[in-house]
């Protein structure tokens, strides 16, 4: 919100998305390496014995968060999870004891891969995403209006529970706004849905990009 503003554009906060957090418990299991796809995962892991332990994650943004909360030792893949898969294959030795902490439904291949490569990995869901069913009350009241020039997508859960939160009458609405996603695969979501603009995918699957697009719908 606050880079958007920065550009001197309008945002509207439309959360999608609401997060369940959940305890994690791993027994008598002690890891040697921590990974996690998501910053939704911080809470549950920000243990202090585990600050000092190598944190593989995703993205700069999550990187930033994690070392926020303490962890020393944070390694950040610029991408995708498969990006993340490298890095861990490159960094971590065989036998390593993995704790992997994702949301419900995520992580599964990752944790098969993982195995497949001699780590020792421990998956446990730490939060659930569940969509919202309805846009708030000022973003459908300015779709309407036709105020809205782009939709920020992160992922194609967030495009899912977007599309799924419109009615017959916002649907036409979206002929005249431009999406802008983080990857093809968001893309692929919203071309199951109603005609946009069009769709701009972030040439890469960071937030400075997506904002170079917002930056470029935003303007006449």
Known sequence: MAAVEAMGLRPLAAPMLRIEHFALSTGAFQPD??????AQAIPAINRPQWYHL????????????????????????T??????????RAHVPAGSRVLLAVGRGYGLEMAAS????GLRVLRRCVYAARGSQRLPGPARAALRAGRIAA?????ARTAEAFLA????RLAPCLASVRAVVMSHGVAAV?????RWRDVSVAERPDQAAMLA????????
Not at 79 to 88: N, S, Y
Not at 165 to 168: E, F, I, S, V, Y
């Open 79 to 88: 991408g995708t999870a498969d990006d993340l898969l490298g890095l861990i």
């Open 190 to 194: 919203l071309a199951e849905g109603p």
């Open 165 to 168: 939160a419109l009615d017959a």
């Open 33 to 38: 390496v921590l990974v996690l796809t998501s």
């Open 114 to 117: 993982l195995r497949t490569d």
């Open 54 to 77: 190598p944190c593989y994650v995703v993205g700069n943004a999550t990187g930033a968060r994690a070392r926020a909360a303490g962890f020393s030792h944070v390694i950040a893949a």
């Open 213 to 220: 697009c917002v930056e470029q719908a935003g303007r006449p």
């Open 151 to 155: 939709v920020m997508l992160y992922s």
